[in-house]
C-alpha cells in the first residue's frame, strides 16, 4: 500500500491477493508492466494470464482500467521512507489496546505520512485497508476504523464525491480522513516494504 511497485510485483507472483481487492490489483499491475514498455494488448493478456493462474475473476472492464492506468500520470510509490517517531507509537498506546486495533492506527499512520496532501487528507477504502492488513475480517477493520474516530486518532472530513484535494484530483475512494494527533518528524522506526504487521511488532513490543 505504501510501496506501490512492490505491491504490484507480489501481486504478479500470486502473493497477498484479495478477492476484494482486484480492481487495485489490476489497476497496480497494469500501470508495472505500462511502465515497463508494454502496450496496453499486452497488458491486457499478461493481466488475464495472470488471473486465471490464480483464479481470480475479473468483473470490472479491464480495457477500461488498462486505459486509466495509461492516462494516470502519477507514478507508482517505490522504496521511498516512511519512519513513525516514538511519540506517534505514544499517541497510539495511550487511546487503544487490541492488536488490530492499534495496527490499522498504524497502517493510517504510515498511509498519511505517505500520501495525505497540504490539509493532511488522505483517503483510504475499508476494502483496500483489509486487503493490506488483514489478521480480521471486513467488517472487523470496519469497527477499528470507527474506534480510531470515536477516541480522537482520525476524523472524518469528507466522502470522495464532493471532496477534492488541493491538486484538483478526486479521492479515488474511500472516506476522506485526517489524523487529529499530531505527527512525529522522528525517524525512530522505518517502516520496511508493506509490512506493517512487522512494524507494529516492532514498535508495540511490551506495550
Known sequence: ????????KEYLAGKNISTQNVYRMCYLIAKLLLNKGLDPLEVRSKIFD????HGIFIEHSLNKIIDKAGSDKTALRGN???????????????????????CDALAMLCYSKAY??????????????????GNG??????NAVRELVLFGYVEVVGR??????????????????????????????????????GLHNTVFDNK
Open 1 to 8: 500500500m505504501i510501496d506501490q511497485v512492490l505491491e504490484a
Open 50 to 53: 495472470w488471473a486465471n493462474t
Open 80 to 102: 521511498d521512507p516512511v519512519w513513525v517517531g516514538k511519540d506517534d507509537v505514544g499517541e497510539i498506546v495511550r487511546r487503544f489496546d487490541a492488536r488490530l486495533v492499534r
Open 116 to 133: 495525505a496532501n497540504k490539509r493532511g487528507e488522505f483517503s483510504i477504502s475499508y476494502r483496500n485497508l483489509h486487503a493490506w492488513v
Open 137 to 142: 475480517s471486513l467488517s472487523s477493520h470496519v
Open 160 to 197: 470522495n464525491d464532493n471532496v477534492r484535494r488541493w491538486d484538483k484530483k478526486k479521492f479515488a475512494d474511500g472516506a476522506i480522513y485526517r489524523l487529529c494527533v499530531p505527527v512525529s518528524d522522528a525517524k525512530d522506526y522505518r517502516l520496511e516494504g508493506n509490512d506493517v504487521w
